[in-house]
């Protein structure tokens, strides 16, 4: 990705206007969009050519992910072509790969990543779920929560605890015998889903990687990439409850005048377009560090998502607010955009777990100054 571009190119642009395309011509109520994401190619975008993809980048990814917030399509691309799809790119072997990334790209699996447990933690460094070695296979042990669009899944990438502390990550089929599955509904529409693994039998095809790999790290930069995505979403999804107040308080009269051109109302709007704006800027700055080194890619992710979760509250109280009471009911769209918002906010880490990570990231810095005598510092969690 050219690190002197600063907005969407022609061809990124073309990827956004075919999402729109359909979402205009499609019942909101009735269609799944998923089946048209796959025939579009859209599950392969990250998947080199060489493999039945598109081989595209995080531009490309931030300009489809955009687009899917604008057009209210809540699908499990970020997880599959994103998330599963970067971590088999980092950890799984030639062969592997050439197994499962063309299923990927052509719409036959829909991977998610069950990594969350029950001790709650957005990120978990030691997990309970565990794997032991019998012959040539491995038995896994354990249990995954919340695993996001994990309903609607295939398959899911699982991660393991492996010897003392090494963390592993292995493919379990839908259909894997020891397997059991709950899917619930979830406040955005999507479906997710709680796993339990009672003593599963898996073949050693399905370890991938191999020992001494880094998967912390890759689970690190991967999950980094799907909150890019999930900021690149909430822009959209802002975008278009701006667009849609700004619509309703032109035309919606109240003593006598447009609630719009009450000045009181214009602030509030000219605030919204701010935070719109500020959303835009930085999740855009998140797509682009994704190749950068981790401490630049963890900087602009973590900034990312907490001015899009603090942006995507203000933005959905106000659009509720300036709607009325029909702001929250679910016959409006208002309504539908401010509950994908709430889940985005607490996907991968709310606001305040990426400012413990800016927090972290700014006292590994050393200091390289002296204040002057007499002089006030504020602290860290003060800055934060």
């Not at 050219?2 to 907005?7: C, D, F, L, S, W």
């Not at 039998?201 to 990687?209: D, M, S, T, Y």
């Not at 009911?329 to 918002?341: A, I, Q, W």
Request: glycine share 10%; charged share 20%; net charge negative.
């Amino acid at each position: 990705m050219n690190p002197q571009q600063t907005e969407h190119d022609e061809d990124q642009r073309s990827l956004a206007e075919a999402i729109t395309s359909f979402a205009q011509r499609r019942d909101h109520a009735a269609t799944d969009p998923w089946p048209e994401l796959v025939a579009m190619g859209l599950p392969g975008l990250l998947v080199p050519e060489a493999l039945g993809g598109l081989g595209l980048d995080g531009g490309s990814m931030h300009a489809v992910m955009e687009s899917l917030g604008r057009n209210r399509l809540t699908t499990p691309f970020v997880v599959s072509a994103v998330l599963c799809t970067r971590l088999l790119l980092e950890l799984a072997d030639e062969g592997q790969q050439a197994r499962w990334l063309p299923a990927l790209s052509s719409g036959e699996h829909v991977l998610a990543f069950a990594h969350g447990e029950p001790q709650g933690e957005h990120l978990p460094r030691h997990l309970s779920t565990h794997a032991r070695r019998e012959g040539d296979d491995w038995i896994l042990s354990g249990r995954k929560t919340v695993v996001p669009h994990g309903g609607e899944s295939t398959a899911w990438l699982v991660s393991a605890r492996v010897g003392s502390n090494e963390t592993a990550l292995f493919w379990v089929d839908a259909a894997a015998a020891g397997l059991r599955v709950e899917r619930y509904p979830c406040i955005d529409g999507s479906t997710g889903a709680d796993l339990w693994f009672d003593e599963l039998r898996l073949p050693a095809a399905a370890w991938i990687g191999s020992t001494g790999m880094n998967v912390t790290t890759a689970i690190a930069a991967a999950t980094d990439a799907a909150t890019a995505g999930l900021c690149a979403e909430s822009a959209g999804l802002q975008s278009t409850l701006f667009d849609m107040t700004l619509d309703y308080v032109k035309t919606r009269r109240q003593f006598g005048v447009a609630l719009g051109s009450l000045q009181a109302i214009q602030h509030r709007l000219a605030e919204m377009l701010v935070a719109v704006e500020q959303s835009k800027s930085l999740s855009w700055l998140a797509a682009r560090s994704l190749d950068d080194d981790a401490t630049t890619r963890t900087r602009s992710v973590a900034a990312a998502k907490v001015r899009c979760a603090e942006s995507g509250r203000f933005i959905g109280l106000q659009s509720i607010h300036l709607h009325g009471g029909m702001g929250m009911t679910d016959e409006l769209p208002v309504g539908r955009c401010v509950k994908r918002l709430l889940a985005i906010a607490h996907s991968w880490g709310d606001a305040r777990h990426h400012l413990g990570r800016l927090v972290d990231l700014m006292r590994a810095v050393p200091t390289t100054t002296t204040p002057a005598p007499g002089s006030q510092s504020l602290p860290l969690a003060a800055v934060a």
